[in-house]
């Protein structure tokens, strides 16, 4: 059911891991791990995870615990563990009773996952597509918020699995389409080229069809009236392009920031769209940096600045740290602009990012 790339590089269990550990470390206040018990919520209820599968994992969860500790894993220690994992996998059960339920009963939502075709494919840049989705059984499609992601069960020929991935939504709601962009991965180092994205670029063709469950995530924007500073890296645009096109239509006179950082003019995606925008709302300013420009890009046109994002140029463009950041990318991107927002003082609770990976949330200064 999960993510088997994730799996096969350890990620996967280490976020489960980790999980479980938060909830023995703050077993008599789960209030504090809240955040990640939500989020980790919203993606079993898009893979579909039941209440009658947690014993399983329990069961071998405490194997493994007692595999690790060897002969310090007494009995009570194992029993002590059995408890925590009984205290939040309810908690689990719960908060997706009522996310299922949620999904269910919206108007043009659905259980499970539900076919859709491929209307468009439309070529962002030289590593990102976009594919725009239409209901096959041309019904009304569920509203999301902006942030939310589809998740794909991607049924490869030649595959033994079928493949599980998320995609972020990268239009504003209200359509009667999905669009997902899409970066294909490509082979590098020892690594082998990404199973889906590679699918989806290269066998996947308009009146195609895909399966996809109803939008999750918990991602999404605030309801203050604070500025908003939009970061994104790469691929990691998508949710974020989702949010600047809906405040724009729908809160056009909220002050946005968008920063963001990519290689260069070839894999830079939504150039154009983003130009235009920027023009036609005065409350948008946008600043890209691009860490290799290649000969023709030039500064000033192609791209704002050089190298990367860090704190001296956010505090030059962005006017107050008194704003709500979101920020999605690579880890390592991620990391970086966690620390320098953290440094910069902005309060905990008006950061807010996504992650294409397991890991529900990034480390505490
Ligand atoms: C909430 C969320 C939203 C997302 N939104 C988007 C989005 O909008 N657009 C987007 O493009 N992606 C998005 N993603 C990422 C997406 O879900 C996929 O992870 C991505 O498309 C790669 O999938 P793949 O099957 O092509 O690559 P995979 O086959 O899963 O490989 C992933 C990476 O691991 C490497 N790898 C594979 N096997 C190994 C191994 N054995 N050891 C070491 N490395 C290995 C590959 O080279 C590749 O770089 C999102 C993820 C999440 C969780």
Redesign the pocket.
Known sequence: MF????Q??GVQQEALGYAVYAAGEHITNLEAIKPVIERISQ?HRAIGVIPEQYPVVGETLLQAVKDVLGDTASDEIIEAWGKVYGYIADAFIDLEKGLYEETKSQPGGWEGYRSFYIDKKVKESDT?TSFYLKAKDQKAIASYKAGQ?LTLKAAIPGEKYT?I????L?ESPGKDYYR?????????D???????????HKQVQTGDTLEFAAPA?D?VLDHTELPVVLISGG?GI??LLSMLNTLAEKLPKRQVTFIHATTNSKTHAFKEHLAQLKNKNKHVTSFVCYSSPNEKDRVGHDFDKEGYVDLDLLQSIVPSKEAIFYFCGSLPFMEAIHKALQRWGVPREHIHY?????VAILGEE
């Open positions: 993510n088997q790339t994730n096969k590089r993606k990102v992601y493949h991935r998320h995609y972020s990268s997902i962009s899409v970066k294909r991965e490509n082979a590098h020892d690594a082998p080229a990404g199973i889906v994205s590679n699918y989806l995530g991602f691929i998508t949710p996504e992650v294409f990976s397991p």
